[in-house]
């Protein structure tokens, strides 16, 4: 119970949370990157958001999906500041010409207004075809002009509430970036007319390695015609030694310096993840609990140090189902039933850390070690590890000139986790031993790295 205790005091949850953290570490379950808190205060969701980094996650409430406040307080607890939903055209225009408020849209409504109310931003998709103009992808003119108005008619009623939006889910499944490009020539002037405030994404491009496709679109003269670009760059199919966060990280930097760029004159496109994440089924291509745990925590502290990356949204916040033998069903950082997986947890840390401190540098070490050193808002300093794949564990070693940290910690009882070693008792050269759980240390000054070895 000494964990749960720490991260009680740090992170100040509610009881019904705290009750949660006991359940998992009682079954055992619960894998997280460990955060040894000196002197970390957790942002408000406000200033996150205006700091440019948000954290995110996929909901359902435009199906009627969940208990609405119930499921936005349990994103607030673990310090998500966006949910990205839908809005059905379909069910927008039921009648040609007349547009109307659908039942549909009452769902995500009550769930802008009680999630705007907690500081929470929502970001909608504005997607899927309406049967009164053929069905499918709106792709003739008068298909385009309707879903425009459409486009329209959700922004007005949101002008306000809502600052981001995202034009179709993933069209490359199914349609050429020629006729996504014409869409998306009539949607932005007809929503930015109603409200030139909000944000703007294109793309919502779906898989890693869709280069041709992307730079096929950004020929298309698009870069006028969005405020960002959206993609769900998926790489849990390429299985796991391939398909980890480190992979990703590199295909987004790729894609924004000799795609994105390039279209662009050299300018910076800013980069909106708006779906990621990996399936906790029992497929060859599933990935343990645990380990989604700390591929979540590395993902988020890794994109963090691309500067044109402005969010990310992980995919999804709730189980799809219960069939352990289907990937879409295990997305969830909580189950079906809503009880929360490991990831939820490791959420709850992470996100509050990436969404309010500055990213400061990429501490030189191995290439299997990733070590990011964090600026809080209180001028205090933040230092993120872990190894990127292996068997063996790698020590780092501080300064004992420089590192005042003699508040630290032996932290144990996650058989899987990091975890930090004080090799004296005042703690005069302090030691920290990771692996492939991020482990997180806090001083009140910059920490020193004297070296990184690997222990044999």
């Known amino acids: 119970m000494p964990l749960v205790n720490s991260l009680s005091r740090a992170l100040q949850p509610s009881h019904m949370m705290s009750m949660l953290l006991q359940r998992f570490v009682s079954s055992r379950q619960m894998l997280l990157a460990v955060i040894v808190c000196l002197t970390w205060v957790a942002p408000s969701f406000a200033e996150a958001i205006d700091n440019g980094f948000i954290v995110g996650v996929g909901s359902h409430f435009g199906q009627g999906k969940g208990n609405v406040k119930q499921t936005i307080d349990l994103m607030q607890q673990a310090n998500i500041i966006s949910f990205r939903d839908e809005i059905f055209w379909q069910q927008i225009e039921t009648v040609k010409g007349q547009l109307k408020v659908s039942d549909n849209m009452k769902s995500v409504e009550n769930a802008v207004d009680i999630a705007v109310s907690k500081g929470i931003q929502p970001l909608i998709i504005l997607d899927y075809g309406n049967k009164l103009y053929g069905g499918g992808l709106p792709v003739t003119d008068e298909a385009r002009e309707g879903f425009a108005r459409y486009s329209a008619f959700v922004v007005n009623h949101f002008k306000g509430r809502v600052k981001y939006y995202e034009v179709w889910n993933e069209w490359n499944s199914k349609g050429s970036p020629q006729d996504y490009a014409q869409l998306l020539k009539k949607v932005y002037p007809a929503v930015k007319k109603v409200d030139p405030s909000i944000v703007v994404l294109a793309g919502a491009v779906e898989g890693a390695g869709k ?32 398909g980890t966060p480190e992979y990703l990280v590199n295909w987004v930097q790729k894609l924004e310096e000799t795609v994105l760029q390039k279209a662009s004159g050299g300018k910076t496109v800013p980069i909106y993840i708006t779906e990621i994440g990996w399936p906790s089924d029992v497929t060859e291509l599933g990935v343990q609990q645990e380990r989604v745990a700390d591929y979540l925590a590395r993902v988020l502290l890794s994109l963090r140090t691309l500067p044109y990356v402005k969010g990310v949204w992980w995919y999804n916040f709730i189980n799809d189902g219960d069939n352990a033998k289907k990937h879409d069903d295990n997305f969830g950082l909580l189950d079906s039933h809503r009880q929360p997986k490991p990831a939820y947890a490791s959420m709850q840390q992470v996100a509050a850390l990436v969404s309010k401190a500055q990213f400061v540098q990429k501490v030189p070490t191995s290439k299997d070690v990733w070590m990011l050193r964090f600026r809080n808002i209180d001028g205090s300093e933040t230092l993120a590890s872990w190894r990127t794949s292996g068997e063996e564990r790698w020590q780092v070693h501080f300064d004992s000139d420089d590192a005042k940290i003699d508040a630290v910690q032996r932290v144990k009882g996650m058989a899987a986790a990091g975890h930090i070693e004080d090799d004296s008792e005042k703690a005069k050269s302090p030691v920290m031993t990771i692996n492939e759980s991020p482990v997180v240390v806090q001083a009140k000054k910059t920490l020193a790295v004297k070296s990184t070895v690997k222990v044999q």
């Open 211 to 242: 280069y041709d496709y992307i730079e096929s679109l950004m020929q298309q003269d698009i870069v006028n015609f969005m405020d960002g670009f959206s993609i769900h760059p998926y790489v849990f199919w390429k299985g796991q030694k391939v």
